[in-house]
């Protein structure tokens, strides 16, 4: 079956530092690739998308884009805020199937001032 | 337009009583799904329904019950509530369809605590 993989928190930066959050996946398709983010005691939201190979998804300085040859989808932000303090989730959609998501398990990140 | 609401938003129950989550949507999404989250574990799916009068079981299933009567809302019930189910539960919506189509939108949660 489908799966995400994403790379276990915490992740511990200072202010203005560069942010990379792994995520690798497992589809049989070709799945649509999401970027939630969940701040401290609210619903996760979207961050941002991409739906095919060679997409980069953007927002509010972050960027992810879609790799089918490594089948990741990393993100990314070259500056990060204490605001950013939250976690993040990778999740994948099967686009010729069921479009029932798949998680990953969520990496939390800290930003110290 | 509110999204997606959940009541209550938090929760005491004692072993054994039973209570129903309730999930609303206003966006007129066909897909609502049912989540627990709990540290360590990221998020779990209980139940999802792919429109109005329609369940599916997801990863989580047991002690868990669902019901759609009605498109806008999506209904969780515990009938007999079990420390082990202490959890915050989380309802989504969504399209179906590719393209990004199938975003989920999450409501804001209800933390249950089982005693």
């Known amino acids: 079956g489908d799966s995400v993989t994403q790379m276990e928190g915490p992740v511990t930066l200072s202010e203005e530092a560069f942010l990379t959050i792994n995520c690798t996946y497992t589809?049989?398709?070709?799945?649509?690739l999401f970027w939630y983010v969940q701040y401290p005691g609210e619903g996760l939201q979207l961050l941002l998308k991409a739906t095919k190979a060679d997409d980069k998804g953007s927002n509010k300085g972050f960027e992810a884009t879609y790799r089918k040859e490594t089948t990741s989808f990393h993100l990314e932000k070259g500056s990060v805020q204490v605001s950013d303090s939250a976690v993040y989730f990778c999740?994948?959609?099967?686009?010729?199937?069921?479009?029932?998501?798949?998680f990953g398990r969520g990496t939390s990140l800290i930003v110290h001032p | 337009n509110a999204g997606v609401t959940q009541t209550p938003k938090f929760r005491v129950l004692k072993t054994g009583q039973s209570m129903t989550l309730l999930c609303a949507q206003d966006?007129?999404?066909?897909?609502m799904y049912w989540y627990r989250q709990d540290p360590g574990m990221g998020l779990r799916l209980i139940h999802y329904s792919v429109g109005e009068g329609t369940t599916a079981k997801g990863e989580v299933p047991d002690g868990y019950n669902v019901s759609r009567l009605k498109k806008q809302n999506f209904l969780l019930g515990l009938e007999s509530a079990a420390p082990s189910q202490t959890s915050v539960y989380f309802c989504?919506?969504?399209?179906?369809?590719?393209?990004?189509?199938?975003?989920?939108?999450f409501g804001p949660g209800t933390r249950l605590t089982v005693l």
């Open positions: 999740a994948l959609s099967d686009q010729g199937g069921s479009y029932i998501p798949t």
């Open positions: 589809a049989t398709g070709y799945p649509s």
């Open positions: 989504a919506s969504s399209y179906p369809g590719g393209q990004g189509y199938d975003t989920q939108y």
């Open positions: 966006m007129n999404h066909e897909y």
